[in-house]
Each structure stands twice: as structure tokens, then as C-alpha cells.
């Protein structure tokens, strides 16, 4: 069974997902990966606030992830 | 003998470092719920049976790969060994992400000790954490603590004791990165080891692993040592191995191992209650954080703020200038000289006690603040800023300087723009963050409002003064990010802490910590500053008075003014600020206010109070403005905005000299941009008010 992969961007809030690559540069990468956003983490978005603003809640934290960043974020349905 | 001991804390941010440590210190450091607000080490020192322990508050950071200047700070610290023990503050409410900081701080091969804080959110939550077996696992010591209620502290110190007299002794352990990765670590460890001074310098290991993973500074140190080309030339290789080998470049892989060991170690010694709750602060976002309701909501709680804050502190501003004024009026009947009794009433009670007047309006909004920023609202305002942000050329994180700097001070917002990683967006926000609206510029708009407006607009015609500060921010960041700093922003990610009641207690402990600067800046500074403008409109005295000219007391009074040296001065810088429809006295006050903005009003204090020649029927400060027909609304709106816009106070010049990297360049633009838009911005607002005949 092939699964679908598709940015952060598309996803609704409320859905689980678990995180596939971080499609962007080495800090960008390594910022998400020290705040818990690591390849293979399971989160869950809590809101969406279009444009890819959204808040998603790893483990206990929730993180807000800013404009421009969700398109960058590569994630399958859990 | 004492012996003494350093120790770090180092944790994430918002994990309570600055609880802490201050119930290790007894100091009272400042602490919020907000990510980030510590951004300098801080030390104190504290006595303990023995030892003599100094102890190096360092900033939140979420690893020990650096981004901004705050997290530079903290990583250098604790790399370069300065401290002696470690001590790892982990939120064990958010144990998995915490302990991605502690694996990297495992690496250094430093005496470690965990203390595992808010550990009664833990138990509220009705989960488990088994503390001798997490600590097995991980090899190092492990307290738990609750740093808000000074839980955990004694045993913290024995902890130490324990620890830095080799007592307590752990297995070490370490994060396993596979056969493949460690085999890459031998090769790269081989060629190091012959470099004594750089590995006496910094921790084998970690500088390995920071080589595998590519990191830019790390790089930078090893390129300085003497096996320079060696350790560059093979950590290139074993990357490119490594990344041929797992399909995945190294840093992924590092950091895969590092969760894996970490989400071993937490199904071992954790028991979770796994259900998906819906918390309050899940609930309360919902609303908070509505894409369409976010920024209405947030403007609506700015407006409470204001309303709150005038409303509650408007009789009570009342009775202090009552008070002053009685005070003046007893204290001139108690100093028979006349020089002596003019610099205590007219220089230092009319300057100091315009200012202290203030006071009370200060402490409200001090108190509101710290409500909002105590609750976790504030790092929400972040997020629901960061897109309107974002279209002025600003980043989410610039959202804490403005804060601050707006009814508190511009220093502390200044450095606050340390935890900017993108040199470009904290200049940007550097220098925007003096034109809001701080506690020293606070007293001049109360004091024009207050005069030449009804008492009922006053709450909501500050806050569209705040609102034009705000517009003036964006406005200059939108222009300075076309102009000067074009590029990219750094992406936004911040922590959200939860929703929590502020205590009493936490408000208070604020209120007044931020009140006391106020009063100690009018005791010092307010003081000295008033004592020289009193002294400069009081010198030389009794100029020639034209012959044949009957002048009353008053009129006297009035020519001495003129004739002083300020008064010279004024008059020599009037033509300049003509235009703007205002006079020479302006003129003294705002060059008076580059020390301090405060000194704006204690200036205005003084010359009415000197103008006033019978003592008792002074009228408060706002009455003689407000009584003077030289003024009208007009001109003190123009007064005001150039009081806004205009150069910041010498403190924040030196600041923001310092935090722009000694940059005379940008000290000197700094200066000439605020200048030129003050000027600009009141010429228009003042003579597009004589056009529409509102002079």
C-alpha cells in the first residue's frame, strides 16, 4: 500500500499526522527537529489559520509554526 | 574553607530556569510564561553549609545547535566548560522534547544534574514518572522540583554537594548512534586527539558529533586548530558516507538516534494516561486564536488595558498632583533663601514631582501587562501578530521587543531582539522598537491628554496614540525592509506555554519591580537632569530690564525665563521648530528629554513652576498647560507625535550602538531618521491643522 505524502499545508485541524521530511534548509530543518518536530514524530494540528499558520501539538507542546513554513513540511496520515 | 563552587542551568526555554534560580539565589529575576525572556546570563551567588556555590542563570535553549545571539550565549558557556556542574532545569510536563536538550548535554562529558521541574503538573495530570529508573537510564543524577513553590531546592543543593565532591557517582551513558555513525566517530576522534589545546578547549565528543552534523560553528572552531584541513577533509567524507549509506543527511540521522534513545528511555520510566484531552488551553485558542477573530481580539484586550489602566488610576493621578502641590506650597514656607527655597519648589518638586505624579497610572499599567504576559496570552499575540507582521517585513519574535519596550522601556526590548536569529529582522526590529511608547514617554502623552482634552476621551485618545506608534513601527519597517534589509525572514516556530491564573503574588512581585526602576530613575537621573534645567532658566539672573517699562512680578518673571541661558538656547533652536507650531520652551524640553524622556515633563514642571510666582495659587502642571494660551490642541497634538517619533533617549542610543554591533553607521542613521521623521510628521500634522483651521 503506497502512502500519500502531502505538506502540513492541507491538512485539517484535528487530523493526527506523522511527520515525513523537512523539506528546507539545514537550519530550518534543525530548528523543527530541537523543537520536537522530528522525522517519524507523530503531532496533531490543533488550528489552522490559513496561509499555513497553524498551531500543531507535539507530545505536551504546542508549537506555532508561522506563515511560509507548512508548505514545507512533509507529513502521511497515522 | 569554603570552597566554591559554579554551576549552569541550562533547559529549554520557559522550563523555569528563572524560578530556579532564583530560590537557589533569593534573587528575584524576572519570570514570565513566555518563551525567551531570559537573554543574558545572569549570575547570583548563594551560601551553602561550606561552599560558596555561583550560580550562571543561562539563556532557554532547545539544543545545543545556536541559531540567535541569546542561544550563543548559553551554548558557549556551557561548551567551553566554565561551570563545574550542569544543572539540566527539564519541564517533565514536556519530558521527550526537554530531554533532546539533555542527550546533546550528555555528550559533554560534564558533571550533569537533572532537575526535573514542575513535577507536580506531572502528578496532576495523573501520570508517572519513575524518577530512579529515568535516572539509571540516562546515567546522571535526577531531582524532581517545582520551582514556582520552591519544591526541591534542598535536595537540588545536596545534589550538587554530592555531585562536585564525587559522592554520588553515575554509569556514564550515552545516546547510541549505531555501528555505522560510531565508526565515522572513531575516524574523525583520531585525527582530533592530536590537537591537545583544541580538545583541552571543548568536549571530544560533542565536538565529533557537532562536526557529523555539520554545524556551522562548530565547523568555524575546528578550521582554527592546527588539524584544520584533516578533521574538515574526513568529517566531509564520513557525511557524504553516511548520507550514501541511510539515504538521509546526518543531521536527520543524529537527530532520529537522539529521539529513539530518548522515546526508549521515556516507555520505560514514564507511564502516560494516553487519552487525547481536550485541555482548557486547547479551548480558550480556539477562540484566542480564530483566523478571523485573532487580531480583533487581541486589539480589543490592548483597548481593556488603556480603559483599566485610566480609568482606575485617573483620581488617584489626581491626589498626587494635589499632593505635590501642597508639598511645594510647605515646603517654600519652610526655606527662607530665596535661590535655595526656587531649586528645592520650582527645580526639583515642580521637575520630580511631575514626573512621580505619574506614578500610580504606571503601576496600573505595569499590572495589566504582567496579567496578560503571566497568563500565556502574550506568546499568542505573537502568533496572531506574526501575520500582519510578516506583511510589514517583521517576523513573529519581533512581537516581544515592541512589547516590551511599549509602558516599559526600550533597553530591555532592545535585548530582547537577541532571540532573533536573522541579523536582518533584529535590526529591523531594533530599530522600531524605540518608537513605541514606553513608561518614560508615558507621562508626556497623560499629561498633554489630560490638558487639553475631556477626561472621558483621555483613555481612548491614548489609545490611538498607541495605535500611531504602532502604525509609525510598521510603516518604518515596511519602508527600511524595501530599502535597506531586503531578503528572507527566518521562519517563525515558538513554543506556546499553556494558559495559566496569574498569582497575586507573581503580579504584584512585577508591578512593582518594573514601578521601582520607574522611581529610582526619577530619584537619580530625573533629579539631577531637573536640578541643571532649573539652574539653566535661573542663570544668569536679574537680566537689564528695558528702562521705562513697568513689568508686573509676573512679567518678570516671564523676561528672566526668556534670558537665561535655556532660555537663550530655546530661543536659538525656535526658528527650527517654528513650523511645527511650537515654541522656544518645546524647543528646551525635548533637547532636555534626550536624557531621558521623562525629563520632558519635569522640565515643563519646572518652568511653570518658575513662571508661578505666589506659591499659593499654583495650579497642578496640567492646569497651567492646559490654562496657557500659547497652547492649544493643535500644537500639542504636533508636540506630541514629535515627542514620539523623535530621537531616543541616550540610554537606548548606547544600547542599540552595543546590540548593533558598534555600528557608528547605524548609530548615526538612527539618530537622523528619528530627527527627520519627527520633524516631518509633525510639520504635516501641525499645518494640514491650520488648513482645515483647527489652530
Given at each position: 500500500?503506497?502512502?500519500?505524502?502531502?505538506?502540513?499545508?492541507?491538512?485539517?485541524?484535528?487530523?493526527?499526522?506523522?511527520?515525513?521530511?523537512?523539506?528546507?534548509?539545514?537550519?530550518?530543518?534543525?530548528?523543527?527537529?530541537?523543537?520536537?518536530?522530528?522525522?517519524?514524530?507523530?503531532?496533531?494540528?490543533?488550528?489552522?489559520?490559513?496561509?499555513?499558520?497553524?498551531?500543531?501539538?507535539?507530545?505536551?507542546?504546542?508549537?506555532?509554526i508561522g506563515c511560509g513554513m507548512a508548505q514545507k513540511i512533509m507529513v502521511k496520515e497515522a | 574553607m569554603t570552597k566554591k563552587i559554579t554551576i549552569a542551568l541550562a533547559g529549554?526555554?520557559?522550563?523555569?530556569?528563572?524560578?530556579?534560580?532564583?530560590?537557589?539565589?533569593?534573587?528575584?529575576?524576572?519570570?514570565?510564561?513566555?518563551?525567551?525572556?531570559?537573554?543574558?546570563?545572569?549570575?547570583?551567588?548563594?551560601?551553602?553549609?561550606?561552599?560558596?556555590?555561583?550560580?550562571?542563570?543561562?539563556?532557554?535553549?532547545?539544543?545545543?545547535s545556536a541559531y540567535s545571539e541569546d542561544e550563543i550565549i548559553a551554548r558557549n558557556f556551557i561548551v567551553q566548560r566554565e561551570a563545574d556542574i550542569i544543572v539540566n532545569i527539564i519541564d517533565s510536563s514536556n519530558l521527550e522534547r526537554n530531554l533532546y536538550l539533555t542527550t546533546q548535554l550528555m555528550e559533554l562529558d560534564a558533571p550533569l544534574i537533572l532537575a526535573m521541574n514542575m513535577s507536580d503538573i506531572v502528578e496532576k495530570r495523573g501520570e508517572h514518572i519513575d524518577y530512579s529508573e529515568l535516572s539509571k537510564l540516562l546515567g546522571h543524577p535526577l531531582i524532581p522540583t517545582v520551582g514556582n513553590k520552591n519544591k526541591g531546592t534542598q535536595k537540588l543543593l545536596e545534589t550538587i554537594i554530592g555531585v562536585y565532591e564525587r559522592k554520588i557517582e553515575f554509569e556514564k551513558v550515552y545516546v547510541s548512534y549505531g555501528a555505522e555513525v560510531r565508526e565515522e566517530i572513531d575516524k574523525i576522534e583520531k585525527i582530533l586527539i592530536k590537537d591537545e589545546a583544541l580538545i583541552k578547549?571543548?568536549?571530544?565528543?560533542?565536538?565529533?558529533?557537532?562536526?557529523?552534523?555539520?554545524?556551522?560553528?562548530?565547523?568555524?572552531?575546528?578550521?582554527?586548530?592546527?588539524?584544520?584541513?584533516?578533521?574538515?577533509?574526513?568529517?566531509?567524507?564520513?557525511?557524504?558516507?553516511?548520507?550514501?549509506?541511510?539515504?538521509?543527511?546526518?543531521?536527520v540521522i543524529v537527530a532520529e538516534r537522539r529521539y529513539g534513545f530518548i522515546s526508549g528511555a521515556c516507555t520505560q520510566s514514564l507511564k502516560l494516561s494516553v487519552e487525547d484531552r481536550h485541555t482548557v488551553s486547547d479551548k480558550i485558542d480556539r477562540i484566542t486564536l480564530n483566523r478571523f477573530a485573532g487580531v480583533p481580539i487581541f486589539?480589543?484586550?490592548?483597548?481593556?488595558?488603556?480603559?483599566?489602566?485610566?480609568?482606575?488610576?485617573?483620581?488617584?493621578?489626581?491626589?498626587?498632583?494635589?499632593?505635590?502641590?501642597?508639598?511645594?506650597?510647605?515646603?517654600?514656607?519652610?526655606?527662607?533663601?530665596?535661590?535655595?527655597?526656587?531649586?528645592?519648589?520650582?527645580?526639583?518638586?515642580?521637575?520630580?514631582?511631575?514626573?512621580?505624579?505619574?506614578?500610580?497610572?504606571?503601576?496600573?499599567?505595569?499590572f495589566a501587562i504582567a496579567f496578560f504576559e503571566d497568563s500565556g496570552y502574550m506568546a499568542r499575540a505573537a502568533f496572531v501578530m506574526d501575520k500582519l507582521m510578516s506583511k510589514f517585513g517583521l517576523h513573529g519574535k519581533s512581537f516581544l521587543p515592541l512589547m516590551i519596550s511599549t509602558?516599559?522601556?526600550?533597553?530591555?526590548?532592545?535585548?530582547?531582539?537577541?532571540?532573533?536569529?536573522?541579523?536582518r529582522d533584529r535590526l529591523i526590529t531594533m530599530m522600531i522598537t524605540p518608537f513605541m511608547i514606553c513608561g518614560a514617554k508615558l507621562p508626556i502623552f497623560a499629561l498633554f491628554?489630560?490638558?487639553?482634552?475631556?477626561?472621558?476621551?483621555?483613555?481612548?485618545?491614548?489609545?490611538?496614540?498607541?495605535?500611531?506608534?504602532?502604525?509609525?513601527?510598521?510603516?518604518?519597517?515596511?519602508?527600511?525592509?524595501?530599502?535597506?534589509f531586503k531578503g528572507e525572514s527566518a521562519h517563525f516556530v515558538m513554543e506556546l506555554p499553556p494558559y495559566r491564573i496569574p498569582t497575586i503574588k507573581g503580579i504584584l512581585l512585577k508591578m512593582w519591580e518594573r514601578g521601582w526602576m520607574y522611581i529610582k530613575k526619577a530619584g537619580t537621573i530625573i533629579v539631577l537632569v531637573s536640578v541643571i534645567i532649573w539652574a539653566g532658566f535661573t542663570?544668569?539672573?536679574?537680566?537689564?530690564?528695558?528702562?521705562?517699562?513697568?513689568?508686573?512680578?509676573?512679567?518678570?518673571?516671564?523676561?528672566?525665563?526668556?534670558?537665561?541661558?535655556?532660555?537663550?538656547?530655546?530661543?536659538?533652536?525656535?526658528?527650527?521648530?517654528?513650523?511645527?507650531?511650537?515654541?522656544?520652551?518645546?524647543?528646551?524640553?525635548?533637547?532636555?528629554?534626550?536624557?531621558?524622556?521623562?525629563?520632558?515633563?519635569?522640565?515643563?514642571?519646572?518652568?511653570?513652576?518658575?513662571?508661578?510666582?505666589?506659591?499659593?495659587?499654583?495650579?497642578?502642571?496640567?492646569?497651567?498647560?492646559?490654562?496657557?494660551?500659547?497652547?492649544?490642541?493643535?500644537?500639542?497634538?504636533?508636540?506630541?507625535?514629535?515627542?514620539?517619533?523623535?530621537?531616543?533617549?541616550?540610554?537606548?542610543?548606547?544600547?542599540?550602538?552595543?546590540?548593533?554591533?558598534?555600528?557608528?553607521k547605524w548609530t548615526s542613521f538612527m539618530v537622523f531618521w528619528t530627527t527627520a521623521l519627527a520633524w516631518t510628521a509633525s510639520f504635516i500634522v501641525y499645518q494640514a491643522g491650520l488648513l482645515f483651521g483647527l489652530g
Open positions: 500500500m503506497s502512502e500519500a505524502v502531502f505538506p502540513l499545508l492541507m491538512v485539517s485541524p484535528g487530523k493526527e499526522v506523522i511527520l515525513v521530511s523537512l523539506d528546507g534548509g539545514l537550519n530550518f530543518r534543525r530548528r523543527l527537529t530541537d523543537m520536537g518536530l522530528a522525522e517519524g514524530v507523530m503531532f496533531k494540528v490543533l488550528h489552522s489559520q490559513g496561509r499555513g499558520q497553524c498551531i500543531v501539538r507535539v507530545g505536551n507542546t504546542r508549537l506555532a | 529549554n526555554p520557559n522550563c523555569g530556569k528563572s524560578s530556579i534560580f532564583n530560590n537557589l539565589t533569593g534573587a528575584r529575576q524576572y519570570v514570565s510564561n513566555y518563551p525567551g525572556v531570559t537573554v543574558e546570563k545572569k549570575e547570583g551567588r548563594l551560601k551553602y553549609k561550606n561552599y560558596e556555590i555561583s550560580v550562571v542563570d543561562l539563556p532557554g535553549t532547545y539544543s545545543l578547549a571543548y568536549p571530544l565528543r560533542w565536538l565529533i558529533i557537532k562536526l557529523i552534523e555539520d554545524d556551522r560553528l562548530v565547523l568555524d572552531v575546528v578550521e582554527k586548530s592546527t588539524v584544520a584541513g584533516e578533521a574538515v577533509e574526513q568529517a566531509e567524507k564520513s557525511r557524504r558516507h553516511l548520507k550514501a549509506h541511510f539515504g538521509d543527511s546526518t543531521d486589539a480589543v484586550v490592548m483597548y481593556l488595558i488603556f480603559k483599566f489602566t485610566f480609568v482606575l488610576s485617573g483620581p488617584i493621578v489626581g491626589w498626587c498632583e494635589v499632593f505635590f502641590d501642597w508639598l511645594a506650597g510647605v515646603v517654600g514656607g519652610l526655606i527662607p533663601q530665596v535661590l535655595l527655597r526656587s531649586l528645592v519648589v520650582d527645580g526639583i518638586i515642580g521637575g520630580v514631582g511631575g514626573v512621580l505624579g505619574f506614578f500610580p497610572l504606571i503601576l496600573f499599567m505595569f509602558n516599559g522601556c526600550a533597553v530591555p526590548g532592545i535585548m530582547a531582539t537577541r532571540t532573533l536569529e536573522n541579523k491628554i489630560g490638558a487639553f482634552f475631556p477626561a472621558e476621551y483621555s483613555a481612548n485618545i491614548m489609545f490611538l496614540m498607541y495605535v500611531l506608534s504602532i502604525i509609525i513601527a510598521f510603516g518604518c519597517a515596511k519602508l527600511l525592509k524595501i530599502l535597506v542663570f544668569p539672573q536679574n537680566p537689564v530690564i528695558e528702562k521705562g517699562k513697568n513689568l508686573t512680578e509676573d512679567e518678570t518673571a516671564a523676561v528672566q525665563m526668556e534670558k537665561s541661558y535655556a532660555g537663550r538656547f530655546g530661543h536659538a533652536i525656535e526658528p527650527v521648530i517654528k513650523p511645527l507650531g511650537l515654541d522656544w520652551r518645546a524647543g528646551v524640553a525635548l533637547t532636555a528629554g534626550f536624557a531621558a524622556k521623562e525629563v520632558v515633563v519635569s522640565t515643563y514642571g519646572t518652568m511653570y513652576s518658575l513662571g508661578e510666582v505666589d506659591p499659593e495659587e499654583a495650579d497642578s502642571l496640567k492646569e497651567s498647560i492646559g490654562n496657557d494660551a500659547s497652547w492649544s490642541p493643535l500644537k500639542a497634538v504636533s508636540f506630541l507625535i514629535f515627542s514620539l517619533i523623535y530621537i531616543p533617549c541616550v540610554v537606548v542610543m548606547a544600547v542599540f550602538h552595543r546590540e548593533a554591533g558598534s555600528s557608528w
